[in-house]
């Protein structure tokens, strides 16, 4: 009998000294992504900042850990850090290349931890609890509509396309399906590899060879800024010419605030995805309502009314 | 041997001769005519003007590779160069605004700097490979590596845009004419006759040659094997700064991605255009036919939608190792 009390009360204090121990414990969240290497990537790191000290201050026990890495096999042991030094409870991975890392992810999954997978998908099904990610598709299936808004039948465009990817292929397949059977004319399509200079260079050579041209799917805001380069130089962007990119850089964003008639819109790939992600994460720990799930951000257009809000003039992009 | 045989012999040996001279003004005239029958287009005047200036980069960068390679060098970090003295140029210009105003002063000042930059940081590549006595292959592959994270560094992983009030003073360095010819191709000319008379009409140019071909040899004949050597690592930097003051009023910003392949680049048009990647011999006037026709490949497969895009690197690829065996190859020696 007594000594049933003193395993009670012994265990009593336990639980009240693991009470006591868990409420001081933080929820560590590890946030995982590519260093910074070009000009979105910078937009999506410096978003990430944003959210990090945002969510800490809305929530004292949440730590986020935010980490880049220079390469896959750099994320890799970044992962296995955040697992043994860290003892993270949940992970937000925007995988380097999907292949290499499938497995150091099933890793972290085994440890227990809560997965969000950002933007580009495993090799393997069912490893995420959550996915957000931007969507391609819609990207060129949008800047299409807008074209087909714009322009009339008969009338000819030039595409600009990104590096050969399955994200370039994406935006391609679903722009052309869409302007299929409108009437309009698509010259010709040449990979401009996300890059100004290339921008420049390919539009130039449309210019020589195309006599009319009446508008431009760049796809990217930065193949965009070459693009309206090599327009002013050959002084073809009057007549109601127009340029279409994507992403949402700020000057672009600025320019369509201000009403600039060459750029009149841009479709959104939205840098901000990684904060979402966090967003997201941190609410399977706060929010009373269920959270697993896909969540695929919608590739908004942006135009003159809802430009400000996607206006960061801090961030790098 | 008879008579015969041997005059034969001499005029194939004469023709391959003749060929390696000629071989890369054929390729690019050949090059032309293929361009000219895809669209007439591609000889119009906006064309050619387009080609020549856009051939002025590498062109400029590459004449200062000559003399690196005939030199028995390779400098591999002429790209991620380009690309760290734009970004720091744009950085000084934008920063000396507020106290020179957007005028030709803070553009000169710019542009000084960079040339100081090219020239320091040629140096650097010449002191570590001669005094340092590491290949120049792996200095310069990891110089290469630290100017990039340089740029990228100082533009915060984004891109480096230049102040929109300088591009306006800037613009016209690019941008303008000069008796019907761009200024880059201008400038593109004046580098080309300075490499050709110094490689081929001073002591300077024949101690490359020298020292390429054997190097312990022109030590012992009293060339100051070192200081040539660091010599041409500094021309190479003074030209690729020269490419950078052109190269930026185009777009007006410099990224992560500014120049990537660059030393690539010069370094095909180098060997297209003759120069032996081993060193001891030397071709200016090839380097900078080399240039235009790796810019004219480009410009092709942007004229025609024949060939898929996604084989654009198989072309680029076949024509270079087309060029370069066109000159190579012995054609006196063929089967007995």
């Known amino acids: 009998m007594f000594k049933k009390s003193i395993m009670a009360l012994a265990l009593g204090t336990a639980v009240v000294f693991s009470g006591a121990a868990s409420a001081e414990e933080k929820i560590k969240i590890g946030v995982s992504y590519p260093t910074p290497t070009h000009a979105w990537a910078a937009g999506m790191n410096w978003h990430a900042e944003q959210a990090e000290k945002r969510l800490e201050e809305l929530y004292p026990d949440v730590d986020l850990i935010l980490v880049n890495s220079p390469d896959p096999a750099a994320q890799a042991s970044a992962l296995e850090d955040m697992v043994s030094v860290n003892q993270i409870d949940a992970l937000v991975v925007l995988p380097f290349e999907s292949d290499p890392l499938t497995d150091p992810v099933i890793n972290v999954k085994e440890s227990g931890a809560l997965i969000t997978v950002v933007d580009r998908g495993l090799s393997k099904e069912g490893i995420e609890d959550i996915y957000v990610a931007g969507n391609n598709p819609e990207l060129g299936r949008v800047s299409a509509e807008y074209m087909k808004s714009r322009l009339k039948e008969g009338d000819n465009i030039v595409i600009l396309r990104g590096i050969p990817t399955t994200i370039d292929n994406e935006r391609f397949d679903a722009f052309m399906a869409e302007i299929e059977g409108s009437g309009i004319n698509v010259l010709d399509h040449k990979h401009a590899n996300w890059n100004r200079d290339d921008g420049f260079e390919v539009m130039q050579d449309f210019l020589s060879r195309f006599p009319d041209i009446d508008a431009v799917w760049a796809q990217d805001d930065d193949i965009a800024i070459g693009v309206v380069a090599a327009l002013k130089q050959a002084g073809r962007d009057g007549d109601g010419m127009f340029v279409v990119g994507g992403a949402g850089m700020k000057e672009t964003i600025k320019g369509i605030m201000d009403g600039n008639e060459l750029q009149p819109i841009d479709v959104l790939y939205p840098p901000a995805m990684l904060a979402t992600a966090m967003d997201v994460t941190v609410a399977a720990f706060k929010s009373n309502g269920p959270v697993a799930g896909r969540y695929i951000l919608g590739a908004t257009l942006i135009d003159k009314d809802n430009a400000e809000q996607f206006y960061f003039p801090d961030s790098p992009f | ?336």
């Open chain 2, 1 to 336: 041997m008879s008579d015969t045989e041997v005059i034969s012999a001499e005029r194939k040996r004469a023709f391959s001769i003749d060929l390696k001279a000629m071989g890369p003004a054929l390729a690019l005239l050949i090059l032309c005519i293929i361009g000219y029958s895809l669209n007439s287009a591609f000889l119009s005047e906006g064309n050619i003007t387009n080609l020549l200036t856009r051939s002025a980069f590498i062109g400029i960068i590459a004449v200062g590779a000559t003399f690196v390679i005939t030199a028995g060098g390779i400098d591999l970090s002429v790209g991620s160069m380009a690309a760290v003295i734009s970004g720091v140029m744009i950085i000084i210009m934008n920063n000396l605004v507020d106290t020179f105003g957007a005028g030709a002063v803070t553009v000169l000042i710019g542009c000084g700097c960079s040339l100081i930059l090219g020239i320091g940081a040629g140096w650097i590549n010449g002191a570590l490979t001669t005094k340092g006595k590491i290949e120049a292959f792996i200095v310069t592959l990891g110089t290469m590596g630290i100017y990039r994270s340089l740029v990228t560094y100082f533009a915060d992983g984004g891109t480096l845009s230049l102040n929109f009030d300088l591009r306006g003073t800037y613009r016209p360095v690019y941008y303008d004419s000069f008796l019907g010819l761009p200024i880059p191709v201008w400038v593109f000319i004046g580098v080309s006759i300075a490499g050709w008379v110094i490689l081929n009409r001073t002591a300077f140019g024949r101690y490359c040659t020298a020292i390429g071909s054997n190097e312990s040899v022109a030590k012992y004949s009293a060339v100051n094997v070192d200081r040539i050597k660091t010599a041409t690592y500094v021309i190479q930097g003074f030209c690729v700064a020269l490419a950078t003051i052109i190269y930026v009023p185009r777009l007006g910003s410099a990224s992560a991605s500014t120049g990537v392949l660059w030393e690539l680049e010069a370094i095909a048009a180098v060997i297209i255009g003759g120069t032996v990647l081993k060193g001891g011999y030397g071709r200016i006037g090839g380097t900078i036919l080399g240039a235009l026709i790796l810019t004219t490949i480009g410009n092709i497969l942007n004229f025609t939608d024949v060939i898929s895009n996604y084989l654009n690197g198989t072309m680029q690829g076949l024509i270079i190792i087309i060029a370069v065996w066109l000159q190579r190859a012995d054609w006196s020696k063929k089967k007995v």
